[in-house]
């Protein structure tokens, strides 16, 4: 197994297109690190970048210790899974789980230890004789994988590979996927949209946006201690609250609505950020707020509130007041998070 070290990366594509910019990132040994980000933030091309099949514009990539920048994907020991994980239609899953170690002239017997190692760690030993169209989605999905650890990768790369499956099954295989890199230990590089799928399975997660490394953490910092308004706003579900407004004088007012908080050491327009489990009922509160909808999802229930023109969603776990109610409510000081309007940053 072996870390991957990437320097000032930058993959530039034709007509200016930027795929990538200065993109600085180490993933130890054995890690499991997610890549997260809206589509064409540049996820696939690092991970492209990472195996070769595309040419970095600036930059240096290392595997190991061994600086790769020269070495063809082929030899680079790097196995990926991508979203339509084709497999060979005419091949049985024991042909396509073989091909990469058969066109490597492994020995026969070498190549069956491996497959059926495979299998059963993935527990499709009953599916060999197969073809791909007699298996479920999830079962392809299992073969795809089971093709890539084959190869005992220094590094596995992974790209949405659980986007064509239906929800229910992604859930199951994201456990899978982590429960097998528990089991093997490589070093891996998982490549998601779907922030709750990065949050739940990623180590150290990285967010981009713009084909820039935004914030790298844990699910927790990321949540807790967002480093700018992009981040805030991506992390979370519901997503954190946004009012736009400006402090004066050690208070900010509400741009949309009648909200008015003490903040110290801060001047000028700002966004403040908060929670949706960070607003409180507090009959002392002086934000006053409507209740428009209430969603009752069982353990808690997600209150649609508006203030003047400014919607907040607020988290409850006790029993929640109807719609069409007007409660008082308040919000939790020290978790509230304030964003420059201008630059995004936080303050
Ligand atoms: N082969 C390519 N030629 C030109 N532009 C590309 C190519 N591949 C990706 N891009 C562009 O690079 C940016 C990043 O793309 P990509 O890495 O595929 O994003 P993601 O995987 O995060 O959705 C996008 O603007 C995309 O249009
Ligand atoms: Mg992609």
């Given at each position: 197994m072996a870390k991957v070290k990437l320097v000032s990366l930058k993959k530039i594509y034709e007509?200016?297109?930027?795929?990538?910019?200065d993109i600085n990132l180490e993933i130890k040994d054995k890690e499991f690190c997610v890549f997260v980000g809206p589509s064409g933030c540049g996820k696939s091309t690092t991970l492209r970048l990472i195996a070769g099949l595309e040419t970095p514009t600036e930059g240096e990539i290392y595997i190991g210790d061994r600086k790769v920048n020269h070495i063809p994907p082929k030899d680079r020991n790097i196995a990926m899974v991508f979203q339509d994980y084709a497999l060979y239609p005419h091949m049985t899953v024991y042909e396509n789980m073989a091909f990469a170690l058969k066109l490597r002239k492994y020995p026969r017997e070498e190549i069956k230890k491996r497959v059926l190692g495979a299998t059963k760690i993935l527990e499709i030993e009953e599916l060999l004789s197969r073809r791909p169209r007699a298996l479920s989605g999830g079962q392809r999905q299992r073969v795809a994988v089971g093709r890539a650890i084959v190869r005992n990768p220094l590094v596995s790369l992974f790209d949405e590979p659980l986007s064509n499956l239906d929800a229910k099954l992604r859930v199951e295989m994201r456990t899978e996927l982590k429960k097998l890199h528990k089991r093997l230990s490589a070093t891996t590089i998982y490549v998601t949209h779907d922030q709750i799928e990065a949050m739940t399975m990623g180590d150290k997660i990285v967010i981009l946006n713009k084909g820039r490394i935004q914030q790298i953490g844990d699910a927790e910092t990321l949540y807790d201690?967002?480093?700018n308004y992009f981040v805030a706003g991506f992390i979370g579900s519901p997503p954190m609250n946004f009012i736009e407004g400006a402090v004066e004088n050690g208070v900010f007012r509400a741009k949309d609505g009648d909200i008015k908080i003490p903040i110290e050491n801060v001047k000028g327009k700002v966004i403040v950020g908060v929670r949706s489990e960070d607003i409180v009922v507090d009959s002392k509160g002086n934000i006053k707020a409507g209740v428009e909808l209430v969603e009752a999802l069982g353990n808690e229930a997600l209150l649609h509130l508006s203030v003047g023109d400014i919607s907040l969603i607020m988290r409850m776990y006790e029993s929640p007041p109807h719609s069409g109610n007007v409660i008082n409510i308040n919000f939790k000081r020290e978790k509230l998070h304030i964003f420059n309007t201008e630059t995004g940053e936080r303050l």
């Open positions: 007509k200016n297109v930027v795929g990538v910019e201690h967002p480093v």
